[in-house]
């Protein structure tokens, strides 16, 4: 039997591990003005409740990343971005549909995520797949005093797990 060659392999979303931090600082620091440091990636995946997780290529390649909170009732965006020369090509729609199939009926059955005011395309992407602006956040960005909008994905009554067709902190195209 031929072994798979490593351009077989069909790309996935997986956990973040360390090994990946590199890359994953590289996207942060191509897709934010006010990037996180390692340090504070390091923090948050320290939580109990903190889940990271990576798009890789079939080539072995980080494209995108998301960190969330898992929470009693509810998932919490912290940070999502996709590298720019690969937005918009179903990268951020994978890792979206991943965090959304964490949802459950009796247990999770939202998902929140703050973006600033001014990034009207993280707002725009959010809202096709049924994300709803809920609650303007004032001065919630400590860098700039920059407002956040609250943008909330909640279960239908009835859905086990919602398929895509077609933090705090979201990169400005995902896709």
């Not at 971005?81 to 964490?102: H, S, W, Y």
């Not at 239908?156 to 995902?174: C, H, L, T």
Request: hydrophobic share 40%; aromatic share 10%; proline share 4%.
């Amino acid at each position: 039997m031929a072994k798979a060659k490593p351009y077989d392999r069909q790309p996935s979303v997986r956990w973040l591990i360390r090994r990946d931090m590199p890359e994953v600082m590289e996207i942060e620091n191509r897709s934010f003005e006010f990037p996180w440091a390692e340090e504070d990636f390091l923090i948050a995946l320290r939580q109990r409740n903190v889940i990271g997780v990576v798009y890789e290529s079939h080539n072995d390649l980080i494209h995108g990343f998301m960190l969330y909170e898992l929470h009693e009732n509810r998932l919490r965006v912290l940070n999502l971005a996709v590298a720019p020369e690969v937005r918009r090509t179903g990268v951020g729609r994978a890792i979206v549909q991943r965090l959304l199939d964490r949802l459950e009926p009796q247990k999770r059955t939202c998902i929140e995520a703050a973006v600033r005011e001014t990034n009207v395309d993280a707002q725009m992407f959010l809202s096709t797949f049924g994300f709803r602006a809920e609650t303007l956040l004032k001065r919630h960005y400590e860098d700039t005093s920059e407002d956040g909008i609250l943008f909330r994905y909640t279960l239908p009554a009835g859905k086990e797990n919602v398929m895509i067709d077609g933090g705090n902190r979201i990169s400005q195209y995902f896709e």
